[in-house]
């Protein structure tokens, strides 16, 4: 990967920043890095999940029927069938 100018201007100014700082303190913040790439590959991975791939997730469970639902939602006061297309 290439970098532009603008990238490179911006490893620059931080390269001037941290140049200073002592080993261990560019090696806790080489760890950070990386670990902060590796989540985005692994938040790219889980986004990229198609429904598909949860076909049959819920397989065997049973659903209500909308008689069963018309059932429970009785209300005296309201027609639930109002509401029904």
Excluded: H
Excluded at 31 to 38: F, G, N, V
Excluded at 41 to 66: D, N, R
């Amino acid at each position: 990967m290439e970098a532009t100018s603008n990238q490179n201007y911006i490893v620059d100014s931080y390269w001037g920043v941290l140049k200073g700082l002592s080993d261990n303190i560019k090696l806790a913040l080489i760890s950070k890095l990386s670990s902060s790439i590796a989540m985005k590959a692994e938040e790219q991975k889980i986004k990229s999940l198609k429904l598909s791939a949860f076909y049959g997730a819920l397989e065997g469970t049973g659903f209500p029927s909308i008689s069963e639902i018309r059932e429970v939602m009785q209300d005296e006061d309201k027609d639930i069938n109002q509401f029904c297309l």
